[in-house]
């Protein structure tokens, strides 16, 4: 911040106040009157002029320094806009980064859809524990599609999907391989945890077993939200794919064709037989 202007000298002003003080104002003189007028007169043209000088004396540039003449007190520089985020100190920033991973429902991990993603290595053990997720949960798959009509191929896509094959927090902490939500005000006990999904508030439902929650799945897609997706046969995962997408299942905007890409990569359709 700039310092104050000092005070500057003015010896005119300084004979005015004299001369001010000597002449009595109370005067009815005629030529008294007149003589203190034209002293005002000349004070206040020649305070004027010295305005006008100290103007044209200004740097022709910027309005910066325009703005630090006309404010004593300013150094003619725009304030910085105060962003809370840098004024956290690092360390809380990285915490707190930390903890949001820390907490994640669902990373993804198990589940590159690119072409390129990761080495020859990681891909194959991608998909080796892709497929060791359908060989332990596929019979859950066929008794809901038995059940609730609902094809094993698309179960076992969105629990795949949902449950970064079955190592995702959520899956191994709550039993939830797919990702349900949890939207009732006056929960007990046990019935769901809070994990960092959408935001850091989302809570999430806990079943006692993964077969539990292959039922709530079945449960969740017969209401009424999901309801026009039964019109579609059981072999029509492409129908069922883009349906749940459109439905709101997910905020993914991907999430139809990274189903459709599960099911084709592993063949999950010979499920649906």
């Known amino acids: 911040m700039a310092k104050p202007v000092p005070y500057a000298h003015n010896p005119l002003q300084e004979l005015f106040e004299r001369m001010k003080g000597s002449i009595k104002l109370k005067s009815k003189g005629f030529w008294g009157r007149v003589g203190i007028i034209a002293l005002l007169v000349y004070v206040m043209l020649h305070k004027d002029i010295s305005i006008d000088l100290e103007f044209q004396s200004l740097p022709d540039t910027p309005r910066e320094s325009l703005a630090a003449a006309a404010d004593p007190f300013s150094d003619g520089k725009k304030a910085k806009p105060v962003s809370l985020k840098e004024n956290v100190p690092a360390g809380k920033k990285a915490k707190s980064a930390q903890a949001w991973d820390d907490n994640l429902a669902n990373t993804f991990s198990n589940l590159g859809f690119e072409e390129d993603a990761g080495s020859k290595a990681e891909r194959e053990a991608k998909r080796r524990k892709k497929l060791a997720y359908v060989k332990k949960y596929a019979a859950y798959a066929k008794d809901e599609m038995k059940r609730a009509g609902i094809p094993a191929s698309i179960t076992l896509a969105q629990g795949l999907l949902e449950s970064n094959a079955g190592e995702s927090r959520l899956a191994v902490d709550n039993n939830n391989h797919?990702?349900?939500k949890c939207f009732s005000r006056t929960c007990k006990k046990g019935h769901c945890s809070n994990y960092t999904d959408d935001t850091h508030k989302d809570f999430f439902r806990k079943y006692k077993s993964p077969a539990e929650s292959y039922k709530a799945h079945s449960e969740l897609l017969k209401g009424d939200r999901y309801k026009p997706l039964f019109k579609y046969k059981k072999t029509d995962y492409i129908s069922w794919a883009t349906g749940l997408k459109k439905a709101g299942y997910a905020t993914?905007?991907?999430?139809?064709?990274?189903?459709?890409?599960?099911i084709q990569d592993l063949g999950l359709d010979a499920y649906d037989d």
Do not use: A, H, R, S
Request: charged share 30%.
């Open 178 to 180: 797919f990702g349900i």
């Open 252 to 262: 993914d905007p991907n999430y139809d064709q990274k189903l459709i890409e599960l």
